[in-house]
């Protein structure tokens, strides 16, 4: 079998790519299933639709802030086996119970099930993430390497929101929901798989140490890192501005490409795939710009670039013309996760990852709730019926705050480049001869 980096990490991948295909599949199936099937014609389906995105967003919340004590504590091999098995019984029950006429349950039942399984895919996710995470400085060698995993990762992630949506439609209404179901279950059976010969060194410590430390001490050990950490705080912070603006495109661009662009609905796909393509261009191409401008540069960059092609993108009034915009601003913003990972993993020790992984998770699903309720609100009350002229340009609601959202990602860039160290690099974190946390 031909290697991406070595076997091991080949493992990894395709095992992921799998995974994420498998749920990106189930994700559209649930909400397909949901507004056409279950709430066809109902004035309470797109109620029951956001219930599947509030259950994943209660998980991630409410679990992984402690799901990652529990990844640095316990195995992480053991750990990503058992969530990925966890997370095959779960879908798998749901397709078989699928196979039962719909008639045969009562609306509300299959609703509250498909929440249940929808929460423990989600909590068994926060367990596997930050484990699988925490596990690739053990699996590729050095800086370059990390970076350039990452960036396979995250052209791979694109690519599976490319292939799974698509997929969903006609097994549903070809073959019945409860195949894509299991399309994904079996996919969690290739990721354990995968996993399963992969050598990756035990990280959990000794019962004597995880007894005198306490969940609660090392919790508040990442807490206490985040904090004297300057890396990780600018980090975090210019995500979370730049996520904040983000999360309204994703929010509104549907009403952007109707309203401001004038394409038909059937058209909207297109920007998706535009954002799909440039998101895996972007990704396979951060390798290489990480390496020519450093990963601190390559931060403060990509986020500042990305954030002037959004304006661009903001003030287009064609489709056709939106498409390209849209394509060069997903190439920056694929170089960003990319140049932040590996970042964030050499400024954090090794026993750390995990935690340090799980507290920013939630940070940035909170940014993107509190986004998501604010520019909704603005859009459908307080600027309902906002248009103003501005040095000669109109200005509508959506391509205002289209700009804004370019705007934060002009202004994280900002605080990024004055906040991350360039002069003397960046700290890379060692454990001490007495297994304390220290920046060397």
Known sequence: MRTIINRDFTRLWYGEAVSEVGDYVFNTTLVLWIATKLGNGKSWAPVAVSGVLLSGLAATLAIAPAA????????????????????????????????????????????????????????????????????????????????????????????????????????????????????????????????????????????????????WSEFRAVLAFFAKTRVLVVLIISACIANFGAQA???????????????????YGLLGMAIGAGA??????????????????????????????????????????????IFLASLPIAMVNTAMEPLLIQVTPRAMLGRVFSVI??????????????????????????????????????????TVTGLLFVVAAIYAFVMLPRKDGVPAAEPDDEGELALV
């Open 280 to 325: 895996i261009i972007g990704a396979l191409l951060s390798t290489r710009v990480v390496r020519r401008i450093g990963t601190v540069n390559a931060v403060w960059a990509t986020i500042g670039t990305a954030g002037v092609l959004i304006v661009a993108y903001s003030r287009q009034t064609s489709i056709w013309a939106a498409i390209p915009v």
């Open 249 to 267: 495109m994703n929010t509104l661009d549907v009403f952007f490409a109707t309203r401001n662009l004038h394409a038909a609905p059937k058209l």
């Open 361 to 402: 998770t939630p940070a940035i699903s909170v940014t993107q709730l509190g986004s998501t309720i604010l520019f909704g609100w603005m859009i459908s009350s307080l600027m309902l019926h906002f248009h103003a002229d501005v040095a000669g340009l109109h200005v509508g609601p959506i391509d205002t705050l289209f």
């Open 68 to 215: 990652g004590v529990f990844a640095d504590r316990w195995n992480r091999k053991r750990t990503m086996l058992r969530m990925d098995a966890i997370r095959a019984v779960a879908v798998g029950g749901l397709a078989a119970l699928a196979f039962l006429p719909a008639g045969k349950l009562p609306v509300g039942v299959w609703l509250a099930i498909i929440y249940a399984v929808v929460f423990v895919i989600n909590a068994a996710g926060t367990f596997f993430g930050p484990s699988r995470m925490a596990v690739i400085p053990d699996v590729v060698g050095g800086p370059d390497e990390i970076a350039r995993a990452s960036g396979i990762t995250q052209s791979t992630a694109a690519l599976a929101g490319m292939i799974g949506p698509p997929l969903a439609a006609p097994l549903l209404f070809a073959g019945g929901v409860q195949w894509a179901m299991l399309i994904n279950a079996l996919s969690y059976v290739v990721s354990f798989t995968a996993i399963r010969p992969v050598p990756i060194p035990g990280n959990a410590p000794s019962p004597a140490a995880k007894a005198e430390s306490g969940f």
